[in-house]
Structure formats: structure tokens, C-alpha cells
């Protein structure tokens, strides 16, 4: 007996101590515990990350595409279910599409994506996926997963059919296995508006990077994740039921204008799929820069990538006025009426001094 109260009293000196010298660090650790985030592992250079709720959407999505004051709209079939925001249902011929309404002036972010992509159609009979989107332009439908064409700013494509394999195959031609993708396929690509996603090809002239990833139908979550820190792309997946990170595609030198929107869209043609989007969040970065990184990372204009030379954007002239037109032929004109007196004055010279020679 005086054993056990010896041994509880030592406890209960231990525990005194303990919480009066790491009180808060407990705290800390159980308001962490308790926050549903969990610790995150973050990169050297990394001090702190924030979520942004101003860029994020996650259950319950209240006033999600009915709400004025919304953070976030809908465009095309999407709608809002009890679970996830559908950008497309299973079913031909449908696009959808979900736009942040607030443009991101963060330098350095993390975006991570929760989707589902899954259907009725067997092996490459489905499609055609769907794309994260950071652009200049919004809520603009089109053929390139649901969105505008020769857009401005970053896609990230999760591609679920092979559009060049089967026309390879209808040609009886055969890939080398050094070009062969395997798909579902995962790619990036950065535009300053002058390039046009090809689709026949399933956008491999103007693909940054990409990797396979066996999205489809699977009994687990997948997600998906975009960092972008110090103009270095990072793109990593989890999609094994893991809980780990696998790397996908990685890019230095990739300029990304400020003041740009995040979204996600999705198409289908004769295939389809359904493709569900349970969550966005958006990571604030905050990164240490020496003062060279300060004069080499300034605020860009235009999306580029080091080393990659896009076609610059040529504005087309504007159409000349009557005015303007009128000026042009009467100038030219008094040109060329000059031009010719001047070589008649000419001729006439050289013509005199030729006959003095012969006198």
C-alpha cells in the first residue's frame, strides 16, 4: 500500500512538472491533433503554410452555385450533391466546370485536389477526365476538359482516354516503347495564349511533364497536389491508399503571373465518366529568399517557362480609317510624282553633258 501511494505521488510530481514546463507544447499538439489537418511534412526553404479559405471549398458546400455571396460558381451540367460537387455525371456529351470567384496574389501556394473518377465504361472505353486550372480567364466553356482553348496560365490534366493511341491504332501503326504512355496520364502545361491544346495527340507537344496514374474506380480516396514554390512546379499524387505522395511531375523555371483563378473542369464526348470533386485547399506558402532570389523572382506578366521558347502573342493591327487610307495613296502618290520629276531632272543633266563630250 505504501508502495503504490509512493509510486503515486512520484506520478503525480512528474505530472505537475511535466504540464507546468510543456503546457503549451500539449496544447499545441492537441489542437493539432484535434484540428482534422494532422502534421504536414513541409520542404526545407518552408517556414509556415496557411490554408486559405478564401481559395478552398470542402463539405458542407453551402451556397455553393445559388448564393450571391459565394466564394465559388458553377458552370455547365456541375452540380452540388451531399458528398461532392459532380462536374460531370456519367453520361454523353456533358461538361462542367467550378471557378473560384477571388483571384490568388499568393507567391508561393499548394493546392491540393480530392476527386473521383469513376463510371459504367470498361477498360478505355471512358473519358475524357478532367483539369485543375490556375488562369487569367474564368467561367469560359471550351474543348479542352471543359474550358476555353489558347488559354493564359497553368492546366493540369488528369486524362483518362487515349485519344493518339486509338488512331494509331486505326492506321496500323505501332508506338516505340520509348514514347508509349500508359493511361489514365497526368500532365501539365503552361500558356501565354498562343498555344492550342491537341487533343488528337493528347496534348503531347505541349506537355511540361507527366506520369500514369490508375485513377479510375478505385475503393480509396485520390488526391492530387500542385506546388508552386520559388518558379519550381511540383505535381505529386496519392492514389495508392497510401497516404504518401508520389512524384509526378517536376518543372523549374516556371513563371506564373499573380492575380490568376483556380478551377476545375471536365468534359465528356461519345465516353464518359462521372468526375466528382470533394475538395479544394489552398496552402499559403511563406519562403525564406537570400536577396539574388528577391531580383530574380519578381512579379511576371506573362506565363513562360525557362527554356521553353512560346510563341509570343502578336496583337492583329487595327483596320485603317478612311482618313488614314486616304493619306496613305495621296502621299504615295506625291512620292512617286516627285521620284519621277526628280529623274527626268536627272536624265535631262546627264543628257546635255553627253553632248558636250562629242563637241
Known sequence: MAAALQHSGWWQLWWRRLSARDGSRMLLLLLLLGSGQGPRQVRAGQTFEYLKREHSLSKPYQGVGTSS???WNLMGNAMVMTQYIRLTPDMQSKQGALWNRVPCFLRDWELQVHFKIHGQGKKNLH???????YTKDRMHP???FGNMDKFVGLG????TYPNEEKQQEAQKRRYSPGVQRVFPYVSAMVNNGSLSYDHERDGRPTELGGCTAIVRNLHYDTFLVIRYVKRHLTIMMDIDGKHEWRDCIEVPGVRLPRGYYFGTSSITGDLSDNHDVISLKLFELTVERT????????DVFLPSVD???LPEMTAPLPPLSGLALFLIVFFSLVFS???IVIG???YNKWQDQSRKRFY
Open 69 to 71: 455571396s459565394s466564394l
Open 127 to 133: 473519358g475524357d477526365g478532367l483539369a485543375i486550372w
Open 142 to 144: 471550351g474543348p479542352v
Open 156 to 159: 493540369v490534366f488528369v486524362d
Open 291 to 298: 536577396p539574388e532570389e528577391e531580383k530574380l523572382h519578381r
Open 307 to 309: 527554356n521553353m521558347k
Open 337 to 339: 510624282v516627285f521620284a
Open 344 to 346: 527626268l531632272i536627272l
